[in-house]
């Protein structure tokens, strides 16, 4: 928490006020991640393709650490 302040040019107390910890962060991060993923998203195909699709969108969206491209919260 306290290298993402500096990096944000604020105090980690900062963050704190909004999340409770880093894995809630992460959470949060992976959350809108995942809606920036699926924004406009229409399933096509079987089962398969869709989970295909849907990781495909989730690896592309920018800006996306290894975390939530992943999708290992807290990791």
Same mark, same amino acid.
């Given at each position: 928490?306290? &290298?993402?302040?500096?990096?944000?040019?604020?105090?980690?107390?900062? #963050?704190?006020?909004?999340?409770?910890? &880093?894995?809630? #962060? #992460?959470?949060?991060?992976?959350?809108?991640?995942? #809606?920036?993923?699926?924004?406009?998203?229409?399933?096509?195909?079987?089962?398969?393709?869709?989970?295909?699709?849907?990781?495909?969108?989730?690896?592309?969206?920018?800006?996306?650490?290894?975390?939530?491209?992943?999708?290992?919260?807290?990791?």
């Amino acid at each position: 928490m306290r &290298k993402l302040a500096a990096v944000l040019s604020t105090d980690s107390s900062s #963050l704190y006020r909004h999340f409770r910890n &880093k894995a809630e #962060l #992460l959470r949060a991060v992976a959350d809108r991640a995942l #809606l920036t993923a699926i924004a406009g998203y229409e399933p096509e195909g079987d089962w398969k393709q869709c989970v295909t699709d849907t990781r495909r969108r989730r690896v592309s969206v920018p800006g996306a650490g290894p975390a939530v491209r992943n999708g290992v919260p807290g990791g």
